[in-house]
């Protein structure tokens, strides 16, 4: 029989209590392989225990061990149950979560999303901040871990970071675990920034065509001022609903801000003068009368006289001249 033979046929014979005392006590002087021997192989050797009766069982010894060991393997079970529920709940997060030292050390990465890591996570473990990334970004997140360790509470943070073959955008959460740990919570929103920016450049190329549009509208119905009295617009192209709204608008503002007593609408350059927009200049006509200025139409053609007559509107207090130059001397007449 060996040494180790002797030894552990000698250790089964000593009193369950003594032995799960610890090497203190009873079990003191065995070696670590007879005492790993012996607890791995306590269920199987129950049966010897009951069946050798009493010569073991001082005081009751067997029962209390069996109800340690029990107590023990629940203890097992529901670290293994947790264990399986926090490796799931690892698996289903999208979130990189790593724990890192004051000193930007990476202690623990768990395995989330290894895709969006800066390197594998072999490369990072047990090295600093600055030894894997540029010093610039090293800098701004040990910053921040200093500051949540300082605080003692949470700081968020976002940044860019290479991810595989793209730039990704993070939102990081870093919370202290203890005095010198923190735990690092990095969550990719690239997609959220995108949609951001491509908003944002969505309203500046609206609000470049409104300023265009604005900027085309005071072209296309120009109020220019013959003297401190008298302005003319000419209104050339097509005149449309929403440009007859622009004349209207320029028209009664030039005129309250201008004080003007006397507006020459020339509409020599208008393409096509139908009922509907011989009607839009009509009541542009009543609008500049009604806050006090006279209004002079020069360049009358023919088909637009026909449409004035076919509306059969009141042109009372309107003057018409052939041209723009005889609507001027008629205005500058009228204000001596």
């Known amino acids: 029989m060996s040494d180790e033979e002797a030894e552990s046929a000698e250790f089964v014979q000593k009193p369950a209590k003594s032995i799960v005392r610890g090497p203190h006590d009873g079990a003191r002087g065995y070696s670590p392989t007879v005492l790993i021997m012996w607890v791995w192989t306590a269920r199987a050797r129950w049966g010897m225990y009951e069946t050798m009766g009493a010569q073991f069982d001082q005081g009751g010894e067997v029962a209390e061990l069996r109800a340690r060991l029990e107590a023990v393997e629940k203890e097992l079970a529901s670290a293994r149950e947790a264990e399986a529920e926090?490796?799931?709940?690892?698996?289903?997060?999208?979130?990189?979560?790593?724990?890192?030292?004051?000193?930007?050390?990476?202690?623990?990465?768990?395995?989330?999303?290894?895709?969006?890591l800066y390197k594998p996570s072999d490369n990072?473990?047990?090295?600093?901040?600055?030894?894997?990334?540029?010093?610039?970004?090293?800098d701004f997140l040990l910053s921040n871990v200093r500051a949540a360790l300082a605080r003692k509470g949470l700081v968020t943070v976002e940044y860019t970071l290479p991810a595989g073959d793209r730039e990704a955008f993070f939102s990081t959460n870093i919370t202290p675990m203890s005095d010198d740990v923190v735990v690092v919570v990095a969550r990719d929103i690239s997609d959220r920034k995108r949609g951001e920016q491509a908003s944002v450049e969505a309203a500046r190329r609206q609000a470049v065509i409104e300023a265009q549009a604005a900027a085309l509208a005071e072209l296309s119905t120009p109020l220019i001022p013959?003297?401190?009295?008298?302005?003319v617009m000419p209104l050339i192209g097509m005149l449309d609903s929403q440009r007859m709204q622009q004349v209207m608008d320029v028209l009664l503002r030039g005129v309250t801000e201008k004080s003007t007593r006397t507006v020459i609408l020339d509409i020599t350059g208008i393409a096509v003068v139908d009922t509907q927009v011989a009607d839009a200049l009509v009541r542009a006509a009543r609008a500049v009368q009604l806050v006090g200025a006279r209004v002079v139409f020069t360049g009358i053609r023919r088909d637009v006289a026909q449409a004035l007559v076919g509306l059969q509107a009141d042109m009372g207090g309107v003057v018409t001249r052939a041209t723009v130059q005889s609507?001027?001397?008629f205005a500058m007449s009228a204000s001596r």
């Open 86 to 116: 926090l490796r799931a709940m690892f698996t289903a997060m999208t979130d990189i979560v790593i724990v890192m030292s004051g000193e930007g050390r990476y202690l623990k990465i768990a395995p989330t999303v290894p895709d969006l």
């Open 124 to 138: 990072l473990l047990g090295k600093t901040l600055h030894e894997v990334m540029p010093k610039p970004m090293a």
């Open 226 to 231: 013959i003297t401190d009295e008298i302005m």
């Open 327 to 329: 609507g001027i001397a």
